[in-house]
């Protein structure tokens, strides 16, 4: 069989699953989101000031970023795990996010004397938000690995990879309601460096698990 009828094989049987693959992934993202907060309010829960936080621009900034990179990590994921269906255009959105907290980082550096650029860096959470925000998304890179096994991605590595990086900007969008360390620059380092876990731990997973 030649590749392209695998393919177009392997896309109508995805698209004969019981429940359409698109319905399908908005019930995984609401019962990866129930998870999290189950997690999330169950451990750290939100920070005292959290309404007051609202109406500062930095502590917003947090939930942008996240927002950004779960939204566009979803389209890319929904594409992916269905094969034959084009990345392109959710493959460049990706890289939304990163830009995103690039430009705050940079007005940050302008707005800060250079002698507390340091202290913003590494903040006084740094242990906990590397602890929690993969905490947080184990549970729903879980959700999403399985999700992956009912399509049928054809890059299951960089399906399972993708899978962690929503898992983490989902768990970093809880996270955020909690960490006192509202700088880009901390936001940049440290919850970079935690969806990054989770996207090893995709990227694992999908070669372990998702591969046909």
Not at 48 to 55: K, N
Not at 168 to 184: V, W
Request: proline share 6%.
């Amino acid at each position: 069989m030649r590749t392209e009828d695998l393919i177009k094989a392997l896309d109508a049987d995805a698209r004969g699953k019981a429940m359409p693959m698109g319905k399908a992934w908005w019930l995984a993202v609401g019962v990866a989101a129930v998870i999290a907060a189950a997690v999330f309010f169950t451990t750290i829960g939100p920070r005292p000031d959290f309404m007051p936080a609202m109406h500062t621009m930095r502590f917003m900034s947090k939930f942008v970023f996240t927002l950004v990179l779960a939204v566009s990590a979803f389209a890319l994921i929904r594409a992916l795990s269905m094969p034959g269906a084009s990345t392109r255009r959710a493959m460049a959105w990706m890289v939304a996010a990163p830009l995103l907290v690039v430009l705050a980082v940079v007005l940050e550096l302008f707005a800060i004397p250079q002698a507390d650029w340091g202290r913003r860096l590494i903040g006084s959470n740094m242990m906990i938000c590397m602890t929690f925000i993969p905490l947080i998304g184990v549970g729903p890179l879980a959700i999403f690995l399985g999700m992956l096994r009912y399509g049928a991605p054809t890059r299951p590595v960089l399906a399972g990879a993708v899978a962690g990086l929503l898992a983490g900007g989902l768990a970093a969008t809880f996270y955020a309601a909690h960490c006192f360390d509202d700088s880009p620059l901390f936001v940049a380092t440290w919850y970079t460096i935690a969806i990054a876990l989770l996207a090893l731990l995709g990227a694992i997973g999908g070669r372990l698990f998702v591969r046909w």
